[in-house]
Nanobody
Framework: QVQFVESGGGLVQPGGSLRLSCDAS????????WAWYRQAPGKQREWVAD???????RYADSVKGRFTISRDNAKSALYLQMNNLNPEDTAVYYC??????????WGQGTLVTVSS
């Protein structure tokens, strides 16, 4: 059974940091490229960053230089270090493969709220 469990979100002040984690099960983690996505209130889900099987990384322009994606194949885990957060980063964050696995496998996400 494919399952993604995101964690690490919370309320943080502008300029603060958070580290998100994603535990994946039911998939052979190491063979996939992985990504973080986010969905802000009233907006569509958008891609944030991804990391390939070869550890190459890409970032959306809005987070480049502030966010760092990483993976641990031994733990089947994906991470997102988020620094210098701003209110525009407020969203529910999700992990998934990229391209997204067929079958609409999405976790519950983890809510990040950036507010003073």
């Amino acid at each position: 059974q494919v399952q993604f469990v995101e964690s690490g979100g919370g309320l943080v002040q502008p300029g603060g940091s958070l580290r998100l984690s994603c535990d994946a099960s039911g998939v052979v983690f190491r063979i996939y490229n992985w990504a973080w996505y986010r969905q802000a209130p009233g907006k569509q889900r958008e891609w944030v960053a991804d990391i390939s099987r070869g550890y190459g990384t890409r970032y959306a322009d809005s987070v480049k230089g502030r966010f760092t994606i990483s993976r641990d194949n031994a733990k089947s885990a994906l991470y997102l270090q988020m620094n210098n957060l701003n209110p525009e980063d407020t969203a529910v964050y999700y992990c998934n493969t990229i391209p997204v696995l067929p079958g609409d496998y999405w976790g519950q996400g983890t809510l990040v709220t950036v507010s003073s």
